[in-house]
T-cell receptor
Framework: DAGVTQSPTHLIKTRGQHVTLRCSPISGHKSVSWYQQVLGQGPQFIFQ???????GRGNFPDRFSARQFPNYSSELNVNALLLGDSALYLCASSLASGQTNSPLHFGNGTRLTVT | GDSVTQMEGPVTLSEEAFLTINCTYT??????LFWYVQYPGEGLQLLLKATKADDKGSNKGFEATYRKETTSFHLEKGSVQVSDSAVYFCALSDPSSGGSYIPTFGRGTSLIVHP
């Protein structure tokens, strides 16, 4: 079975631009979460979606938004990019939301560089 | 709020040496605990987990025991291999954190194993 897939793998943008990152979960997984991983740090939670509804939001500005589609894939959008948005953006899927012992399955991430 | 503290890396070992990576946590409830591993250029993969006190998670020769009295979940392996070189993340999921599965990650500990 295919794992979590993310696209694109790498992206270079200029300050002020907008970016859209995409994620397809493992087949059968209904929950998708987005994380930002800055070099040398652990993943920081951005959003969680389950059944197309937002179930959690981390401490990120309103420039960050996301949505989940009927097929459970997801998009992360970032507006007005800043240099500090440069990071690895990870998508993770899980079977359900609200189950603390259900592990996350991560994609390989999208490396975003803002110049 | 919930937090995870890991020992700082890098941890540098020779092949077949014994490995310990320390992890302590702070949580308001009774969390599930996880170790994830990230190989270069990849996303995170679940290594092992434990869902209640005194549980031992194990996988691929790695072990960690959920110690509630010391709020710790230290990762150990008796004999490391070069292929174990990666970044290891300790994480927790706390059911008192609003009902959604939103794990908190540590900063990660880099392991370098020399032949």
């Amino acid at each position: 079975d295919a794992g979590v897939t993310q696209s694109p793998t790498h992206l270079i943008k200029t300050r002020g631009q907008h970016v859209t990152l995409r994620c397809s979960p493992i087949s059968g997984h209904k929950s998708v979460s987005w994380y930002q991983q800055v070099l040398g740090q652990g993943p920081q939670f951005i959003f969680q979606y389950y059944e197309k509804e937002e179930r959690g939001r981390g401490n990120f500005p309103d420039r960050f938004s996301a949505r989940q589609f009927p097929n459970y894939s997801s998009e992360l959008n970032v507006n007005a990019l800043l240099l500090g948005d440069s990071a690895l953006y990870l998508c993770a899927s899980s079977l359900a939301s609200g189950q603390t012992n259900s592990p996350l399955h991560f994609g390989n991430g999208t490396r975003l560089t803002v110049t | 709020g919930d937090s995870v503290t890991q020992m700082e890396g890098p941890v540098t070992l020779s092949e077949e040496a014994f490995l310990t990576i320390n992890c302590t946590y702070t949580a308001t409830g009774y969390p599930s605990l996880f170790w994830y591993v990230q190989y270069p250029g990849e996303g995170l993969q679940l290594l092992l987990k434990a869902t209640k006190a005194d549980d031992k998670g194990s996988n691929k020769g790695f072990e960690a025991t959920y110690r509630k009295e010391t709020t710790s979940f230290h990762l150990e392996k008796g004999s490391v291999q070069v292929s174990d070189s990666a970044v290891y993340f300790c994480a927790l999921s706390d059911p008192s954190s609003g009902g959604s599965y939103i794990p908190t990650f540590g900063r990660g500990t880099s392991l370098i194993v020399h032949p």
